[in-house]
């Protein structure tokens, strides 16, 4: 229960710093010298579109809170028995963060006006995408080959579920990710796909926090952390 109140801590932060830089109160059309191209944004202003990602973001980091409370529930039963993690997982992860890495490299590029920068990172932070995705399925196949299947325990069934649910979201990231690249592939500017860059680079990092977290939880280590905060508090 400690890990949920500090993952949810952690959202809340996050959250509320990210909002505080939207300028929710402000009224550029009150402004003088300032000039908005609604184009960039589609059918909706920039602020509008970041709290509407932000909202999405809140509802998904609910759904892993809950994954992780009946997690952190379910593992205090007799017939629970926990499952080895593969190794691979450190390699998946190591492909995540890359991908993320990109992705930010991509906005500071897109900022610049730099195409080609937006083109390399795009394509970058979608094939370190797709090969963590790959990666997971095989760390599957390993688990499946040495009897750990996802009916098998307790343990096993959280196990598939919750790195399923992840990729599923990390799925649906690269579709909006292949829509923009596929923007800049026919010839849009820079500045027409700009907030679109922003936005997939915040759902990334987003993800990417999520799966450390989980992560944590997974292989044990959540717990470790949480006992020496214990500790250091007592």
């Not at 202003?45 to 952190?72: E, M, Q, R």
């Not at 390993?142 to 399923?164: C, D, H, K, Q, R």
């Not at 679109?196 to 977290?213: G, P």
């Amino acid at each position: 229960m400690s890990a949920i109140i500090l993952f949810m801590a952690g959202l809340a932060a996050i959250a509320g710093w990210w909002l505080s830089q939207q300028r929710l109160t402000a009224k550029p059309w009150l402004e003088q010298g300032v000039m908005v191209d609604l184009r960039e944004a589609g059918t909706a202003s920039p602020p509008a579109a970041k709290i509407g990602l932000g909202v999405f973001l809140a509802v998904v980091g609910s759904l892993f809170a809950l994954f992780i409370s009946a997690y952190s529930m379910r593992m205090t039963m007799a017939d629970w028995r926990a499952l080895p993690m593969p190794r691979l997982l450190w390699f998946n992860t190591a492909v995540l963060v890359l991908s993320s890495v990109a992705l930010q490299g991509t906005y500071m590029a897109a900022r610049r006006d730099d195409i080609g920068g937006v083109i390399f990172g795009l394509c970058a932070g979608g094939a370190a995408a797709i090969t963590f995705l790959i990666g997971q399925l095989l760390a599957w196949r390993e688990l499946s080959a040495a009897g750990y299947f996802l009916a098998s325990n307790p343990a096993n069934s959280f196990f598939y579920l919750i790195t399923a649910v992840h990729g599923l979201h990390l799925m649906g990231g690269l579709v909006a990710l292949g829509r923009t690249t596929a923007k800049v592939w026919l010839g849009a500017p820079v500045a027409q796909v700009r907030l679109s860059v922003e936005l997939c680079a915040i759902y990334w990092h987003f993800l990417l926090l999520v799966w450390l977290v989980l992560l944590g939880l997974l292989t044990g280590w959540t717990d470790n952390v949480v006992e020496i905060c214990r500790q250091l508090l007592s």
